[in-house]
């Protein structure tokens, strides 16, 4: 079993910045890739970003390719997600995701344990 909280969330105006934590608990951390999906209202969830489990190789959903950067830490089993040059349609709730491969996935059905989602809205 792995436990996620996330955090960092909030309200910040277009062209603005946030940084999304990730705090893993349980199981180990370091052979597990790692996901951050959002879901907006009367939408499905979507991916955001992945890393794999030696922080070596990441992809992101094109939308936001150079503005937001997945990083870990696995000594302090975090996940961070850098969202910078925000916009109105990055506004959702955000969801860090574990998944049991070591390898990065973009497919939500491979991912095996979520948190509860942090919030970020961003107003123009």
């Known amino acids: 079993q792995v436990q996620l909280v996330e955090s960092g969330g909030g309200l910040v105006q277009a062209g603005g910045s946030l940084r999304l934590s990730c705090a893993a608990s349980?199981?180990?951390?370091?052979?597990?890739?790692m996901g951050w999906f959002r879901q907006a209202p009367g939408k499905e969830r979507e991916f955001v970003a992945a890393?794999?489990?030696?922080?070596?190789?990441?992809y992101y959903q094109d939308s936001v390719k150079g503005r937001f950067t997945i990083s870990r830490d696995n000594a302090k089993k975090m996940v961070y997600l850098q969202m910078n040059s925000l916009k109105p349609e990055d506004t959702a709730a955000y969801y860090c995701?574990?998944?049991?491969?070591?390898?990065?996935?973009?497919?939500?059905?491979?991912?095996?344990?979520w948190g509860q989602g942090t919030q970020v809205t961003v107003s123009s």
């Open positions: 349980g199981r180990t951390f370091s052979y597990i890739a």
């Open positions: 995701a574990a998944s049991k491969l070591p390898v990065v996935t973009t497919n939500k059905d491979r991912f095996d344990y």
């Open positions: 890393i794999n489990w030696t922080g070596d190789s990441t």
